[in-house]
């Protein structure tokens, strides 16, 4: 079976990942591979929480300044 552009891609990463790996130690290895840690809650749920939590905000300073 003839490989699809995207897995040939991908095959061609992976290869370049263990060549670079090669001869190194697991401590070399681990400071190697820092990656920026995930935030817990997706941007869309900030956004949406924000919204809400802003929103909510503005409607309570309006209602204080008409509805005294």
Request: charged share 25%; net charge positive; hydrophobic share 45%.
């Amino acid at each position: 079976m003839a490989q699809t552009p995207q897995q040939r891609r991908a095959n061609l990463k992976f290869a370049k990942e263990q060549e670079a790996r090669m001869g190194k130690s697991e401590e070399q290895l681990k400071k190697r591979n820092k990656t920026v840690p995930k935030s817990p809650i997706s941007p869309v749920w900030v956004a949406l929480l924000g919204f809400a939590v802003i929103g909510g905000l503005i409607f309570e300073v309006i209602s204080r300044i008409f509805l005294r």
